[in-house]
């Protein structure tokens, strides 16, 4: 699995195990606590009600988490575009210091 796909994989763990009232209201919004990265655009959004979902919780193989665990509630999926530029680690590492400045704990990072 390429850079960009897990740290696209990490951000979305991350996301599953949000709060409903957290997420935005409009289709195709960021998060309000967690913007884009600048120069990134989204291509692809999807929020559903409630479902589960495998979350992450260890390195990958070729298809698949090592470790997961199933987690329910509110789920909601944005894809972004990023800069050609950018590495995946330096946008990866960009959402976890917003996230951890905003409370949030890495169960997988």
Known sequence: MNKSLKS???ISGLILLLPG???AEEKGQDLPFLHRYPGSSNYHYDHVRFDDANMPLGPFTEK???QSQLVQGELVYI???NPMD???LEIMSNYQRTLQQEGFKCVFC
Do not use: D
């Open 8 to 10: 696209l994989v990490i």
């Open 86 to 88: 950018r590495s995946p």
């Open 21 to 23: 009232s957290c997420f």
């Open 79 to 81: 894809y972004y575009k």
């Open 64 to 66: 698949a988490p090592t």
